[in-house]
């Protein structure tokens, strides 16, 4: 069973880093794209950073040059290392793969179980 398994959330001082890492474990023969979204309390789930299969990366205009989503292919992980934290960044985060299960001719979108961020002093 192909399943996305989030780590790294956390309470963190505003200012500080965070790195969330996300890993598809199960038979997968390849990964697309990896995304990265967050949740605020009330609010609607919103993109937060994308890295194609070929390593482009886009980002929220909220997140330019705070974040950066990287991605290890052999490992099936993508990364969203966080700085310069703010209060804003509150919310749970999830991860979104395009993933092609062994046995399957076609890509499938994949959610993680979502890991809470929370910026407070």
């Known amino acids: 069973q192909v399943q996305l398994v989030e780590s790294g959330g956390g309470l963190v001082q505003p200012g500080g880093s965070l790195r969330l890492s996300c890993v598809a474990t199960g038979s997968i023969l390849g990964s697309g794209a990896m995304r990265w979204y967050r949740q605020a309390p009330g609010e609607q789930r919103e993109l937060v950073a994308a890295?194609?299969?070929?390593?482009?990366?886009t980002y929220a205009n909220s997140v330019k040059g705070r974040f950066a989503i990287s991605r290890d292919g052999a490992k099936n992980t993508v990364y969203l290392q966080m700085a310069s934290l703010k209060p804003e960044d509150t919310a749970v985060y999830y991860c979104?793969?395009?993933?092609?299960?062994?046995?399957?001719?076609?890509?499938?979108?994949?959610w993680g179980q979502g890991t809470q961020v929370t910026v407070s002093s």
């Open positions: 890295v194609a299969w070929g390593g482009v990366t």
């Open positions: 979104n793969a395009d993933l092609r299960p062994v046995g399957s001719p076609r890509y499938t979108g994949y």
